[in-house]
């Protein structure tokens, strides 16, 4: 029961980071650092060995920093995805990244079709939204990236946690 709570803590995290980032661009560390709480709290709960998930965050850290670096990916984004590597299981991690790069493609592709159809004229806001682009200084560039790694975190503890699946079916659908 107490690791469900704590994966339902991490999901509400999640949740809480892509409605940060979805609206003002920004995760807060402290999302970021609640995740890496969890994870801590995860291993003295399971007694489980830390150091290949350890190894994989360091990598996703390093990755992710090196991705910072050519302006591909936030710092906030980074983070993330690095404490959500330490959180969750090491079997995880590919399902987590697949699904977070199909999210992130679908993400790019609502947010290439909308500028199109801001340039041509089809949005009835195209004029604010051109507007508020000056105004804020936003490219079309600009993706809100921690709502597809958030798509992936809860898709990856949804689909590795004992338990979770079950309590979510018995709450929502009963």
Same mark, same amino acid.
């Given at each position: ?48 060995? /830390?150091?290949?998930?350890? #190894? ?7 990755? +992710?920093? *090196? @991705?910072? =670096?050519?302006?591909? !990916? ?15 299981? /090491?079997?995880?991690?590919? #399902?987590?990244?697949?699904?977070t790069a199909l999210s +992130?493609? *679908? @993400?790019? =592709?609502?947010?290439? !079709? ?61």
């Amino acid at each position: 029961m107490t690791l469900l709570l704590i994966s339902l803590a991490c999901i509400g995290l999640l949740i809480t980071a892509a409605w940060y980032d979805f609206s003002s661009r920004t995760i807060p560390n402290k999302v970021s650092l609640a995740i890496l709480f969890l994870a801590c709290l995860r291993f003295l709960i399971t007694g489980n060995d /830390p150091l290949v998930p350890l #190894g994989i965050s360091l990598l996703v850290l390093c990755v +992710g920093f *090196l @991705l910072y =670096l050519g302006r591909l !990916l936030g710092a906030g984004d980074t983070k993330l995805m690095a404490a959500l590597s330490l959180f969750l299981e /090491p079997a995880a991690m590919p #399902g987590f990244l697949v699904i977070t790069a199909l999210s +992130g493609g *679908l @993400l790019a =592709l609502f947010t290439v !079709l909308k500028e199109v159809s801001v340039k041509l004229g089809l949005d009835a806001t195209s004029a604010s939204a051109l507007k508020q682009r000056a105004d804020t200084g936003r490219t079309s560039g600009d993706l809100p990236y921690g709502v597809a790694i958030a798509a992936g975190g809860v898709f990856a503890v949804f689909s590795s946690e004992p338990g979770i699946y079950e309590w979510f079916c018995a709450t929502f659908f009963s």
